[in-house]
T-cell receptor, first 112, second 112 residues
Framework: EPEVTQTPSHQVTQMGQEVILRCVPI?????FYWYRQILGQKVEFLVS????????KSEIFDDQFSVERPDGSNFTLKIRSTKLEDSAMYFC??????????FGPGTRLTVL | KQEVTQIPAALSVPEGENLVLNCSFT??????LQWFRQDPGKGLTSLLL?????REQTSGRLNASLDKSSGRSTLYIAASQPGDSATYLC???????????FGTGTLLAVQP
């Protein structure tokens, strides 16, 4: 069964460093999303992406964040200058016209 | 602003029991409602999607219903098994953008 994959599974970085989280959505899906979950808190929406542009972004998704679909298979989330409060589990999701969103296993980001 | 709440926060039941998990949302203008399962430290597994025109969905031992007028959804699990132990999340979207607003989750423990 097709699934969303994410790499790396765990990323440790120093405060102020740039990180890129990678996702490979399900191949025939057209809508892509990033969510995050801070430990012990709700899953929060960050951004949605369709037709090579951002469809919606949350208040969390400030100028430090960017997304890109550099080729036909990858979808990336970049954080330019990480802060301690960026430590969280980051989930990528994708969907087709059926509206069901399929989530990847997540990348645990730890900012020291 | 849409808020999604899940009751109870935690539930422990003996194996074989039927159980109901509750999800309520503040804005009845919800479009789709999706139920997920999350195992500790893992990603989100989609269980059921109830689309706007539907009132319930069934998959195996799971049945989810949606009542927009009352702002509630329920997930019914029949004949619970220890393997059902996980956190169950409900999430709704407003239709136009597909971003999911997540509930607080119910931590289910099924005792053998």
């Amino acid at each position: 069964e097709p699934e969303v994959t994410q790499t790396p599974s765990h990323q440790v970085t120093q405060m102020g460093q740039e990180v890129i989280l990678r996702c490979v959505p399900i191949s025939n899906h057209l809508y892509f999303y990033w969510y995050r979950q801070i430990l012990g808190q709700k899953v929060e929406f960050l951004v949605s992406f369709y037709n090579n542009e951002i469809s919606e972004k949350s208040e969390i998704f400030d100028d430090q964040f960017s997304v890109e679909r550099p080729d036909g298979s990858n979808f990336t989330l970049k954080i330019r200058s990480t802060k301690l409060e960026d430590s969280a589990m980051y989930f990528c999701a994708s969907s087709d016209f059926s509206d069901t969103q399929y989530f990847g296993p997540g990348t645990r980001l730890t900012v020291l | 602003k849409q808020e999604v709440t899940q009751i109870p926060a935690a539930l422990s039941v003996p194996e074989g029991e039927n159980l109901v998990l509750n999800c309520s949302f503040t804005d009845s203008a919800i479009y789709n409602l999706q139920w997920f399962r999350q195992d500790p430290g893992k990603g989100l597994t989609s269980l059921l999607l109830i689309q706007s025109s539907q009132r319930e969905q069934t998959s195996g031992r799971l049945n989810a219903s949606l009542d927009k007028s009352s702002g509630r959804s329920t997930l019914y699990i029949a004949a619970s098994q220890p393997g059902d132990s996980a956190t169950y999340l409900c999430a709704g979207d407003g239709g136009a953008t597909n971003k999911l607003i997540f509930g607080t989750g119910t931590l289910l423990a099924v005792q053998p």
